[in-house]
């Protein structure tokens, strides 16, 4: 069986939509179930309403009384699936019912796949087949790649409720965890599973809601994009890697890819911090130096010529910012 995943939060309405959608597709209650989780909505929850009254054996829904936070959605969403693997899907996007199949046999044909990435239509649509075996090859496949919720596949055999449990109790302070859970959890999965990734399109992303909260002094930066968030989610996730008892080879692959995939991320907004009126290049250098602040907490058995080098390119992926 394949679950299908929704966590939702005051969006009554599309996750109604998806649902209604996602029910209409041709395969039965052996092949699929399909799970929403409503997390504590207090706006537009006449849809979850309407949610309750499906009756439909392939069809399992939930709702907490009060948030938990985004992990805490995916997390009880995940844990409610009965699949061999189970795909997280926004309640905003929609999946190809035409290409569904291909991936279906894919997780027959190989039930050691720790983590599937299908190709969407914007996060990741130009993601390219590959396999790559558990371990290393999969981490230098897919490592920091899986920001985007939206068709992240677990195998349900590797990603367990007691890992679930166990993440949510050792990271629950944890920033890096709490926004982006599903990238913690395919981490654990990549360690001890396959990977697998296909250009076969099976998410397409829908319009995004308005309503996000916003970073002060600027109105094109989502809270959760905000620098001094993005820096403890680095941390966060430089937490983790110091977690996972690899080598040292590993653990300073994954840091810089770290470093990377988050000075991406203050780059990725800089028109927006220049428009409001904030010190970009001294948010860059606050980014460098809590960078090499972590490099040196690693403890790495570095020669100091290596630990040069590496600063140097953390420098490099701030350059910009400093040059102004």
């Known amino acids: 069986m394949f679950s299908i995943c929704v966590p939702s939060y005051n969006r009554g309405h599309r996750a109604l939509e998806l649902i209604r959608r996602l029910l209409k597709m041709s395969l039965d209650g052996t092949q699929i179930e399909i799970i929403c989780s409503n997390n504590g909505s207090e706006k537009n929850v006449e849809g979850y309403e309407e949610l309750k009254k499906i009756r439909d054996q392939r069809f399992h829904y939930h709702e907490f009384s009060v948030n938990q936070e985004f992990a805490g959605n995916i997390n009880q969403v995940i844990k409610m699936s009965h699949g061999d693997f189970c795909m997280l899907l926004s309640d905003e996007d929609w999946i190809l ?37 558990a371990g290393k090859q999969a981490i230098d496949a897919f490592y920091m790649r899986g920001i985007y919720v939206s068709g992240m596949i677990f195998n349900r055999h590797i990603i367990t409720d007691q890992i679930i449990n166990e993440y949510a109790e050792r990271y629950q302070d944890n920033t890096g965890y709490l926004y982006y859970p599903h990238m913690f959890l395919s981490t654990y999965a990549l360690l001890r599973g ?129 040059e102004e």
């Not at 969407?120 to 396999?131: H, L, P, Q, R, V």
């Open 97 to 133: 019912e035409e290409n569904l199949g291909f991936y279906l046999q894919i997780m027959e044909k190989y039930p050691d796949i720790g983590v599937i990435r299908p190709r969407t239509g914007f996060a990741f649509a130009d993601i390219e087949d590959c396999f790559a075996g």
């Open 194 to 322: 396959h990977f697998f990734a296909s250009d076969v399109w099976l998410v397409s992303e829908g319009e995004t809601e308005t309503d996000l909260k916003i970073m002060d002094k600027t109105e094109e930066i989502p809270a959760y994009d905000a620098y001094d968030i993005v820096i403890e989610q680095m941390q966060g996730f430089i937490e983790q890697i110091k977690d996972l008892g690899i080598s040292f080879q590993m653990q300073f692959d994954m840091l810089v890819m770290v470093f990377e995939q988050h000075a991406f991320l203050i780059r990725h907004h800089r028109e927006g911090y220049v428009a409001g009126g904030f010190d970009y290049p001294g948010i860059m250098r606050l980014m460098a130096q809590k960078m090499k602040e972590e490099l040196q907490n690693m403890d790495f058995p570095f020669k100091k010529e290596d630990s040069e080098a590496v600063c140097q390119f953390i420098d490099s992926i701030t350059v910009d910012a400093k």
